[in-house]
């Protein structure tokens, strides 16, 4: 499976503007109920799923949720315009500041396992994630995304 695919320019958002966690999910979750890659369920199903399963992961969050939601397999990805707390992954209250946020929408669990791991270790890259923060817009965004992530078929 080629995943560079699932990167679309329609669902790229520089300087997202939130205050909280579940904002951020729902801002981003409505790009992609807009562009029919998500049911309408999504966004209540990922916010529910953040509250039980963290996903802040120092400096960013890669939230997600069970499958029956997507119609097709898609990733958004916000760059905020000010850093939000997320619940890191595997606590139950300890916080991180996020600045980066990739949403995956998946239809199977072994395309979301597998994407998981690949964005996990381009976060392990500080200046991956930073040139992504300093991204000036969508093209650039996509661009620093294009480089950085590269997946297997």
């Known amino acids: 499976m080629n995943n560079n695919n ?3 320019k329609e669902l790229l958002v520089s300087s997202l503007n939130a205050s909280t966690s579940e904002e951020v999910l729902r801002q981003l979750a ?4 807009e562009h029919g890659y998500v049911k309408a369920s999504f966004s ?3 916010v529910a799923r953040e509250g039980i399963f963290p996903t802040g992961l120092g400096g960013l969050a ?3 949720t069970d499958r029956e939601h997507t119609i097709t ?3 958004a990805v916000a760059v905020l315009s000010h850093p939000v707390e997320f619940v ?9 500041l996020v600045s980066v946020v990739f949403m995956l929408a998946m239809s199977s ?3 979301q396992i597998e994407t998981l791991q ?5 976060a392990q890259s500080r200046e991956a994630l930073e040139a992504l923060t300093r991204s000036a817009g969508v093209d650039e965004m996509y661009q620093v995304l294009s480089e950085g992530l590269v997946y297997e078929d």
Not at 88 to 96: A, I, K, N, P, T
Request: glycine residues 6%; hydrophobic residues 45%.
């Open 6 to 8: 699932l990167f679309k």
């Open 30 to 33: 409505n790009v992609l109920t």
């Open 44 to 46: 209540d199903a990922i």
């Open 62 to 64: 890669i939230p997600h």
């Open 73 to 75: 397999d898609a990733i």
């Open 88 to 96: 890191m992954m595997g606590s139950e209250d300890e916080v991180c």
């Open 109 to 111: 669990n072994d395309a």
């Open 118 to 122: 690949t964005i996990m270790g381009y």
